[in-house]
């Protein structure tokens, strides 16, 4: 059963920092393309970082260039979301995801509780 426990949200100021972790399981985690996304209150789910299964690269959304980064820890089934200079328009809650393979609609997973991220003074 595939399972996605997301963590480190919390209240933070404008200009701060929070690092974010989401645990894996239930599939071979260093064989997939990990996603995190972001929903805001009354806005549709966004994708906010990409990393590669190797860990090698990364994309990101225009809107978080430059603040983000994104690792993961093979070894751990954790994908990291470092998020620096942290706007009130961040705030959403966090999620994370694997990237299904072509064709693989199975692999389609449910969403995890995700991490309440808010940013406010």
């Known amino acids: 059963q595939v399972q996605y426990v997301e963590s480190g949200g919390g209240l933070v100021q404008p200009g701060g920092s929070l690092r974010l972790s989401c645990a894996a399981s239930?599939?071979?985690?260093?064989?997939?393309?990990m996603i995190w996304y972001r929903q805001a209150p009354g806005k549709e789910r966004e994708l906010v970082a990409v990393i590669t299964s190797a860990g090698d690269r990364s994309t990101f959304a225009d809107s978080v260039k430059g603040r983000f980064t994104v690792s993961r820890d093979n070894a751990k089934n954790t994908v990291y979301l470092q998020m620096n200079s942290l706007k009130p328009e961040d705030t959403a809650v966090y999620y994370c995801k694997r990237r299904p393979r072509p064709g693989a609609s199975w692999e389609n997973d449910l969403w995890g509780q995700g991490t309440q991220v808010t940013v406010s003074a």
């Open positions: 239930g599939f071979i985690f260093s064989s997939y393309v």
